[in-house]
């Protein structure tokens, strides 16, 4: 671990730059780890310079601004994030409301299907008298009819035999 701490003077800074401040880095002097300063070799990005247990670098003089675009655009990604689901929320309130809406209004409907129905029930209750004596009448002209039909061939039997009667008594006055 090391801790960072800014030196302002201007030893370590690069003459090109007389406006950047210098960080280092001293890790033999923190405290708050209970070890002995480490003494080994690591690779570090360009830029950086390392001496021993200390490592300094540049810090380019608009880092606040950048530091601040960062924390803009971070925020401006977060915001859209945000946004983005509080819209997606909002959508599916709106649809369940929607859905809430529709079912309310099938609901209206099953209920007045169910008392048309109920009404149909009653009144087919009502004309049932009326339906039973429409069956019954159906079938006394049923009955009707086949002695109609009876009647029809006893009548036309009855025509026939008046014919050969008919006959057989003008047979005998011709002769």
Avoid: H
Wanted: net charge negative; aromatic share 6%; proline share 5%.
């Amino acid at each position: 671990r090391f801790i960072w701490k800014i030196d302002k003077q201007m030893q370590a800074q690069p003459p090109q730059q007389p406006q950047d401040e210098v960080i280092r880095v001293d890790s033999s002097t923190d405290t708050s780890l209970n070890t002995a300063p480490q003494s080994t070799t690591t690779t570090l990005p360009t830029g950086i310079d390392k001496k021993d247990d200390i490592i300094t670098t540049v810090v380019p003089p608009n880092i606040d601004e950048l530091t601040n675009t960062m924390f803009s655009n971070i925020a401006a990604y977060l915001k859209g994030e945000l946004s983005a689901t509080s819209e997606d929320y909002n959508l599916l309130a709106n649809m369940n409301l929607l859905a809430s809406e529709k079912y309310k209004e099938m609901t209206e409907m099953a209920k007045g299907l169910t008392s048309f129905m109920g009404d149909i029930q009653q009144k087919y209750k009502d004309f049932q008298p009326y339906l039973e004596k429409i069956d019954q009448i159906d079938t006394n002209v049923t009955e009707l009819e086949r002695t109609v039909i009876m009647l029809d061939e006893y009548t036309k039997r009855l025509e026939m035999k008046f014919r050969n009667i008919e006959k057989a008594v003008q047979i005998p006055s011709d002769k």
